[in-house]
């Protein structure tokens, strides 16, 4: 048998299954720290890293299938949870804890 030559090595076939692997494991550690996160600014930052998580799998799945489409709804899940980030901040800031 052949070896690849260069011209055919695709290096997003190694690359997506060590991403897809590299992100479920970071997820579940981000699971784990929201679940078990003992102060709640430690459970507002899991949250924030859960939703940075998320982005990536969908920019993985972006770059799987193909599909352009995906990349705007990424941009708008970021803008949505920097705000919301921001605003658990600020009420944890306050005190409010309703």
Known sequence: MNPPSPDSFDPLAVALPVAAVLLVI??????????????????????????????????WVTISSKQLLYLDAVLALAIVGFVSTAMLSRCLAKGDDK
């Open 26 to 59: 970071s997820l579940a550690l981000v699971l784990w720290r929201l679940w078990r996160g003992p102060t709640t600014a430690n459970r507002i930052l899991a949250l924030d890293l859960f939703g940075g998580c998320s982005l990536a799998v969908m920019v």
